[in-house]
């Protein structure tokens, strides 16, 4: 069982950032893939990014990539979300995810989810 709990949200103006952190419960958390989603007002979740649990390798949806990282720290089990240049459009619930042994390079399905942090991006 892995208990996530993610930090970091908020307010921010356009052209700003943001550093989202999920920390994780539990043991084994370096044989977990780690991803993060965001679901906005009225729209489905979406899948923002993910890290490997093998060698870091990282994927990440085309409206973020050169402006998101994902990256992990295996010691303090947590993972971050690095987010800069931030839009009105990244305004959404952001998830983070956990996937065991999972793939990063397909499609990511995750095994748990956390409890989701707000971020308001303004014009």
């Known amino acids: 069982q892995v208990q996530l709990v993610e930090s970091g949200g908020g307010l921010v103006q356009a052209g700003g950032s943001l550093r989202l952190s999920c920390a994780a419960s539990?043991?084994?958390?370096?044989?977990?893939?780690m991803g993060w989603f965001r679901q906005a007002p009225g729209k489905e979740r979406e899948f923002v990014g993910a890290i490997s649990w093998s060698d870091g390798t990282t994927r990440y949806t085309d409206s973020v990539k050169g402006r998101f990282t994902i990256s992990r720290d295996n010691a303090k089990n947590t993972v971050f979300l690095q987010m800069n240049s931030l839009k009105p459009e990244d305004t959404a619930v952001y998830y983070c995810?956990?996937?065991?042994?999972?793939?990063?390079?397909?499609?990511?399905?995750?095994?748990?989810w956390g409890q989701g942090t707000q971020v308001t991006v303004s014009s």
């Open positions: 539990g043991r084994a958390f370096r044989t977990y893939s």
């Open positions: 995810a956990a996937a065991l042994w999972g793939a990063v390079t397909t499609t990511f399905i995750p095994n748990y």
